[in-house]
Structures are given as structure tokens and as C-alpha cells.
């Protein structure tokens, strides 16, 4: 089926090559972080981890979403999401390989990954993040591949891969627990000191992902024809609803017992990214950019005529997109670092470095899923 992927229109082909001059750059970027070291990023002593570490963050929720069609159409057998489930499926992997390049360029050193692997330690959180990344992009990659195989050959897919589809659910929901973890076993950093981070990256996860995954049926449609149904764009966004209800749900809760309580410590996180702390408040701006724009699009889905309007409905998914990845991968990450331990601010702001190589890496992933969808979309048109 690989060959499906080296036949295409001329747009499809400039596409490509726009994508390989992004990861070029980003490619030559890296290069240069890796001569000069980390010093060449905006990262220091008291924020260590920026903007690669936001992006990881962000994606593997992006990458666990797939479950959410998994679930409805091997499970419940709910038909409709017959044409998409591929779709999610290969935009999990997608965001698992970006996950784990973007854990790649802010290790500083390839040695570092290694040391990961050859010397793996149980008790470490970051040892089971790899583990249940690497194995949820190997589950997504067998599953996906061998069920649209069996379809390109006409025939039923092998019993099997039955128990790997299965076991990619709670594969999924582990993935994103984990990466919680990682946030949430650090008692020095209040912001993450929280019981309910694990939940609340999975409301979040359950939001945007599959409101990116609209966004690409409905650019798909337009640019090749493939439809992935109505009723299945309309379930999804009942998904999109209540995930993003929860989260925003999720956000008051942090709030109420921060401020409620008084406890310093908790209350300084959230003030520095809504209110300012000691006369800082770079990320001030973006926070209330991201909650205006999220409530916003949480209206347009609780009308049935709003959300019926696709021009609306475009609009809508793109603002729960975007306010998600401001929450969740700039605000989260950033905000847990101020103050640090011994009480003092200090902001961040990513080089001009960090952005070339951020947009190469999701060059990478654009690439990937764009040769994925082609090699997927020929094989369901070759079926009607």
C-alpha cells in the first residue's frame, strides 16, 4: 500500500515539499543547539522545561483521543465512525512520534536517551512515559495497519488484532496518566500538586483531539472528496462538548481550592497566569485570550443551530484547539515554574532556535500524517 503514497496532484506534492524545506530548517537548527548546547534555548536554572516540553504535553493528549473512536466502533459497534477511526488512529501516531522527538531535542544530548534504555530505572515516572508511549505508537501503527490492509485486500480483518485494538483503550488513558505524573510527583511545584491533573489531561485530551480530528475530515472533504459522514462530525462534537465542560469544570475547581484555602504557595500558580505576580505577567495576556476563546466555542457546541453551521463549527474547533494548547501547553507547564522553591519569578520566553526546531518536529508529524492519510483515503476510495 506504501506505493499509494508516491502518486499525487500537484498540490499535494507542494505540500510535501514545504514540509521537508520546514523540517530542513528545523534539522539545521537542532544541529546548532546540539554543537552549542542548551544555552541557545530560553530555558535556564529555574525554568527547565520549555517550549518542547509544552508541545510533548500537549500531544500526548492529541495522540490519546484515538480512543474515543476506538471505543464507539469496536466496542458499541457504532458503524458511523467506520470511515474516520483510521483517521484517528493514524493522527495518534502522528502525535506519539512528535511526543517523543520533542523529548529527543530537550534531552540536549542523543547519549541522554540512550541512558533511558540502557540503564532503565523502575521507580523513575519518565522511564514508564517512554514505555507507554513507545508502546502505544507500536499498537496504533500494528492496529491501524493491519485492519486497512485487510481492507485493501477486501477481506475481514485477523482475529488477532482484535486483542491489541482492545488493549490500545486502557493503552490510551495510561499514556496521558503517566505524563500527569510526571507533573504531579514534583511536590515542589504547586501548580501540579494536584490530585485531579491525571483527569483533568484527559477532559482536555477528549477535547481537542477530536476537534483537530474535524478540522482534518472537513479539510479532507473539501480538498479530496472524502467524507467522513455527518452523524460521525456530529458525534464527535457531542465528544468535544462534555470533554471541554469538564475541563473548564476541571480549571474552577483548581481555583476554588487555591483561593479558597489561602494557602500561598497554591494561590501564586495561577495568579502569575491570570493576574500578574510581583510585576510579572508575560503569560497574562495568553491565559485570558484561551479562556475567553474556550468558553466561547463551548457556547457554539451547546447550540444545536450554531454548531449545525460549518463555517461556526470550523470556527468553534479551532478556538478549543487553540485555547487547549495555550492551557495545556504553554500555561501549564510554564506557570508551574513560577515562583520557584526559594520564591523567586523568572520568565521565559523560547529563542528564536526553539521555535525553528518546535515547527520542524511538527513539520515532521504534518509529514507523516499527511502520507499516512494518503495511503488511507486511496484505499477507502478504492472501496466505494
Known amino acids: 500500500m506504501i506505493e499509494k503514497a508516491f502518486v499525487g496532484n500537484r498540490n499535494y506534492w507542494v505540500w510535501i515539499f514545504f514540509?521537508?524545506?520546514l523540517i530542513t530548517v528545523g534539522f539545521v537548527s537542532y544541529m546548532i543547539q546540539l554543537d552549542i548546547g542548551l544555552s541557545v534555548t530560553g530555558m535556564s536554572r529555574d525554568v527547565t522545561w520549555g517550549v518542547y516540553i509544552a508541545q510533548f504535553t500537549f500531544l500526548v493528549g492529541v495522540a490519546a483521543s484515538a480512543v474515543m473512536l476506538v471505543i464507539p466502533y469496536y466496542l458499541h459497534n457504532y458503524k458511523k465512525f467506520g470511515k474516520i477511526v483510521i483517521l484517528g488512529e493514524f493522527l495518534a501516531v502522528s502525535a506519539v512520534l512528535m511526543c517523543m522527538l520533542?523529548?529527543?531535542v530537550d534531552m540536549g544530548k542523543p547519549m541522554r536517551v540512550l541512558n533511558v534504555i540502557l540503564y532503565p530505572t523502575p521507580n523513575s515516572i519518565l522511564f514508564w512515559d517512554m514505555t507507554v508511549l513507545s508502546g502505544y505508537l507500536v499498537l496504533n501503527v500494528l492496529c491501524g495497519w493491519v485492519v486497512l490492509s485487510a481492507e485493501h485486500k477486501g477481506v475481514q480483518p485477523p482475529k488477532w488484532i482484535k486483542p491489541f485494538i482492545y488493549l490500545s483503550i486502557p493503552w490510551a488513558v495510561s499514556i496521558h496518566t503517566v505524563t500527569a505524573f510526571l507533573y504531579a510527583g514534583l511536590p515542589g511545584?504547586?501548580?501540579w500538586l494536584t490530585a485531579i491533573l491525571a483527569p483533568r489531561f484527559l477532559a482536555s485530551a477528549f477535547a481537542a483531539g477530536p476537534a483537530l480530528l474535524v478540522l482534518l475530515?472537513?479539510?479532507?472533504?473539501?480538498?479530496?472528496?472524502f467524507d467522513a459522514g455527518k452523524e460521525a462530525i456530529e458525534k464527535l462534537t457531542t465528544i468535544i462538548?462534555?470533554?471541554a465542560i469538564i475541563n473548564f469544570f476541571f480549571v474552577a475547581m483548581e481555583f476554588f481550592t487555591a483561593f479558597y484555602s489561602n494557602i500561598p504557595g497554591h494561590e501564586h500558580g495561577l495568579a502569575y497566569l491570570f493576574f500578574g505576580l510581583e510585576g510579572h505577567h508575560n503569560l497574562v495576556p495568553w491565559m485570558w485570550f484561551s479562556l475567553i476563546i474556550g468558553i466561547g466555542s463551548v457556547v457554539i457546541f451547546l447550540i444545536p443551530k450554531l454548531r449545525q453551521n460549518q463555517s461556526l463549527l470550523i470556527v468553534a474547533c479551532l478556538s478549543i484547539f487553540l485555547s487547549l494548547w495555550?492551557?495545556?501547553g504553554i500555561g501549564l507547564v510554564l506557570?508551574?515554574?513560577v515562583p520557584s522553591p526559594l520564591e523567586s519569578v523568572t520568565e521565559y520566553s523560547p529563542s528564536l532556535i526553539e521555535i525553528l526546531?518546535?515547527?520542524?518536529i511538527w513539520a515532521i508529524g504534518a509529514f507523516v500524517l499527511t502520507v499516512l492519510y494518503k495511503i488511507a483515503i486511496s484505499v477507502k476510495n478504492q472501496n466505494t
Do not use: C, M, N, Q
Open 19 to 21: 514540509l521537508l524545506i
Open 102 to 104: 520533542f523529548v529527543f
Open 189 to 191: 511545584r504547586h501548580l
Open 217 to 225: 475530515s472537513l479539510l479532507l472533504k473539501k480538498l479530496v472528496g
Open 241 to 243: 462538548l462534555y470533554a
Open 326 to 328: 495555550i492551557d495545556k
Open 335 to 337: 506557570g508551574g515554574f
Open 357 to 360: 526546531i518546535t515547527l520542524g
